[in-house]
C-alpha cells in the first residue's frame, strides 16, 4: 500500500508514519506539508491511501480530499483531527475514516486495515 | 434493499418512512420506537440497511448499531440525529453516513445513491474480470485485485505497447523497431519470444486465459471481458462533446493522469498529446457546463485537477482566475496566476499572456 500524509504538524505526522511503516503490508509513506505537491505528486504516482490534516487553516483539507476523490476514487481519504468538528461534513464527502489525534496504532490500524 | 428504521419518536420514524417512500429500490421491512425490540427482531427480518436515532433513552445508537454489527457485520449503518458530535463514533462504526435532522431530501438522495453504489461495485467486480488502467500508471488488475505482476520492465511495455495497438495487426518488425531499437536483430526477436511467453505465463497464473486475452497472429490482442480505460474515455468523450454531459462526466473520471504517464514510454507520446487535447477540450465543456448550473466548487474541483496534470493548458489558468474573480476572491485568483507564471517559467521558460495581467487590474 501507497500512503501519503497532508499535515504540517511534524509531530503528529511522524508519529502516523512511524505506526504506519511498522507494518509490512505499507509499502511506502510519503510525507507533504503542501497541498499543491501533494496533489501534483497523486497525478503522477496515485496513493492506495492517504491522510490530510482537518482544521489547519493552511490546508483546504475538504477541497484536497475532493480533488483525491475526483482524481481517483479508488484512493482512501482519512482525516486527521484534534477536533470532532469536521467529521459531519467528512460523512457528506464520502470519507474512508477520521482519526480523532493523539490516537494510537490500533485505532489508526483499525481504520486503515480493518474490515469493511 | 430492505431498510429497517428506528426512531424513538414516533413523528420522526413517520417522516423517515415518507422521505424513503420515494426511493422504489428501498423497501421499508420495519419501524422502531424502542430499539431493545429492534434489536430483538432484526435477525429474523434480515435487513440490509438499518436507519437509527442516536439520541434514545432505551438504548443509545451508537450502542444500538455495535449490537447489529455483531449480529451481522454486512448490514449497513445509517445515522439519522439531530446530533453532530457523534460522528467519529460514527466512522468507527464504518457507518454509510450520518443525516443531520431535519433529513434535507437533496442529502437523502446522496446517502440513498452511496448504498446503491455500494451493491454495484460489488457486483461490477463480478463483471469485470479484467480491467486495463493505461492513464497515470500502466496497471492490469484481474477482478479487482493487485495489478498483474510482470517479470520484467520490458515485458510489460511489451503487452502496453500490444494494448496501445489491439485495434490493428502490427508486425514483429513494428515491434522490434518501437521496444528494441538497435539491437542486433536476431536478439531482439528472441526478446520478443521471451516477452510474449512471460505475458502469457502471468496472465495465466492470475487465470486470465486466452479465451479472455490472447495474442494472435501478426500480433493483435484479443480481449474479451475487459475494459481498457483509454477506449472507454474516448467513447465516452465522443457523446461528451456532442452534449451528454453524464458522458463528459465519467470520461474525465477516468483521466487519472497522461497516457502512460508513469512509464513515458516513447511510442506513446504521440497518442498521449491527443488525448490530452481530447481531454481538455471535455474539461473545457465540462467546467463551463459546472459553471452554468453555477455548480462553482464543482468547475474550481475540475479545473485544478486539469492544471495539476498540465500546469501549462493556458484555457484551464484562464477559467479558473475568472472562476475566482467571478466569486469576488481576488487573493486565490492572484495565487493562481502567480502559481500558473511559476509553471510556465519552469516547463516552457515564457511568461503567460498579459491578458492575465489585464483581467486582475479590471477587477
Keep these: 500500500m501507497l500512503v501519503y500524509i497532508l499535515d504540517r504538524r511534524c509531530k503528529d505526522r511522524e508519529q502516523i508514519a512511524k505506526w504506519l511503516r511498522e507494518d509490512k503490508r505499507i509499502n511506502s509513506v510519503s510525507l507533504f506539508d503542501d497541498y499543491y505537491t501533494l496533489f501534483q505528486k497523486i497525478t503522477i504516482e496515485s496513493p492506495n491511501l492517504c491522510l490530510i490534516r482537518a482544521g489547519d487553516p493552511v490546508i483546504p483539507c475538504f477541497e484536497a480530499a475532493k480533488l483525491i476523490e475526483k482524481n481517483n476514487p479508488n484512493c482512501k481519504t482519512i482525516f486527521l483531527s484534534d477536533s470532532k468538528e469536521y467529521a459531519v461534513e467528512a460523512f457528506e464527502i464520502s470519507l474512508y475514516g477520521y482519526l480523532l489525534l493523539p490516537g494510537d496504532k490500533s485505532k489508526l490500524y483499525k481504520i486503515v486495515f480493518g474490515d469493511r | ?363
Design chain 2, 1 to 363: 434493499m430492505k431498510a429497517v428504521l428506528i426512531d424513538d419518536m414516533k413523528p420522526a420514524l413517520r417522516e423517515m418512512e415518507y422521505l424513503l417512500k420515494k426511493y422504489s429500490e428501498i423497501e421499508i421491512i420495519g419501524s422502531f420506537s424502542d430499539p431493545i425490540s429492534a434489536l430483538e427482531q432484526i435477525e429474523s427480518l434480515g435487513p440490509q440497511v438499518v436507519f437509527l436515532d442516536i439520541d434514545m433513552p432505551q438504548l443509545q445508537g451508537i450502542d444500538v448499531a455495535s449490537v447489529i454489527l455483531r449480529l451481522d457485520q454486512n448490514i449497513e449503518i445509517i445515522f439519522v440525529t439531530a446530533y453532530n458530535q457523534y460522528a467519529v463514533e460514527a466512522f468507527e462504526l464504518n457507518a454509510v453516513d450520518y443525516l443531520l435532522k431535519p433529513v434535507d431530501i437533496n442529502r437523502l438522495d446522496k446517502t440513498v445513491s452511496r448504498l446503491l453504489a455500494k451493491r454495484e461495485v460489488a457486483k461490477e467486480h463480478l463483471d469485470n474480470k479484467v480491467r486495463i488502467q493505461s492513464f497515470g500508471r500502466f496497471e492490469v488488475f484481474v477482478e479487482g485485485k493487485k495489478p498483474v505482476l510482470f517479470r520484467t520492465e520490458k515485458t510489460k511495455e511489451l503487452f502496453a505497447y500490444l494494448i496501445h495497438n489491439r485495434h490493428r495487426g502490427i508486425s514483429k518488425e513494428d515491434i522490434i523497431e518501437a521496444l528494441w531499437l538497435g539491437m542486433d536483430y536476431e536478439r531482439a526477436v528472441k526478446q520478443l519470444y521471451n516477452g510474449i511467453y512471460y505475458i502469457r505465463k502471468a496472465l495465466l497464473q492470475y487465470g486470465i486465459s486466452r479465451e479472455i486475452l490472447s495474442i494472435e497472429n501478426n500480433y493483435k490482442l484479443k480481449i474479451e471481458l475487459a475494459t481498457w480505460d483509454r477506449d472507454l474515455f474516448v467513447n465516452l468523450m465522443d457523446e461528451g462533446v456532442r452534449g451528454d454531459i453524464e458522458a463528459l462526466k465519467k470520461a474525465e473520471s477516468l483521466y487519472r493522469g497522461n497516457y502512460f504517464e508513469c512509464e513515458k514510454y516513447m511510442w506513446s507520446i504521440s497518442e498521449n498529446d491527443r488525448l490530452a487535447i481530447l481531454y481538455q477540450k471535455g474539461i473545457v465543456l465540462l467546467a463551463k457546463s459546472y459553471i452554468n448550473e453555477e455548480q462553482q466548487e464543482e468547475a474550481e474541483c475540475l479545473l485544478l485537477k486539469a492544471f495539476s496534470i498540465n500546469p501549462c493548458l493556458e484555457t484551464v489558468s484562464e477559467m479558473l482566475i475568472e472562476l475566482y474573480l467571478i466569486s469576488g476572491n481576488k487573493a486565490k485568483a492572484i495565487k493562481h496566476l502567480n502559481l500558473y507564471k511559476e509553471k510556465l517559467s519552469i516547463y516552457l521558460d515564457i511568461m503567460p499572456d498579459i491578458k492575465f495581467e489585464k483581467m486582475l487590474k479590471n477587477k
